[in-house]
């Protein structure tokens, strides 16, 4: 069992940067894939970014791509994300999840463990 628990959410105006934690409970941590979703009001949610297990592998949606960046520590059982260059369109609830696949997956379906998500909010 994986809890985990987001934050680092707020309001910040457009160009401006922030910094999201996922913090994990649970000495397995280390062995699972862990994601970044979002879900704007009226839509789904949507895939932000997932790293592995090893840091090794990062993946991220095209809409992202070059202004975020996911990381991971796994002695401090924690992954984060790294927001700049934010925009408007980014304005979301951010969740991280946790996934026992063997390789990075992308889908919703993949995650087994999701936190309760953190608002971020950018202004125009």
């Known amino acids: 069992q994986v809890q985990l628990v987001e934050s680092g959410g707020g309001l910040v105006q457009a160009g401006g940067s922030l910094r999201l934690s996922c913090a994990a409970s649970g000495r397995t941590f280390s062995s699972y894939n862990v994601g970044w979703f979002r879900q704007a009001p009226g839509k789904e949610r949507e895939f932000v970014a997932a790293?592995?297990?090893?840091?090794?592998?990062?993946l991220y949606a095209d809409s992202v791509k070059g202004r975020f960046t996911i990381s991971r520590d796994n002695a401090k059982n924690t992954v984060y994300l790294q927001m700049s260059s934010l925009k408007p369109e980014d304005t979301a609830v951010y969740y991280c999840?946790?996934?026992?696949?063997?390789?990075?997956?992308?889908?919703?379906?993949?995650?087994?463990?999701w936190g309760q998500g953190t608002q971020v909010t950018v202004s125009s």
């Open positions: 999840a946790a996934s026992s696949t063997t390789g990075v997956q992308k889908g919703v379906d993949d995650y087994d463990y």
């Open positions: 790293i592995s297990r090893s840091r090794i592998i990062k």
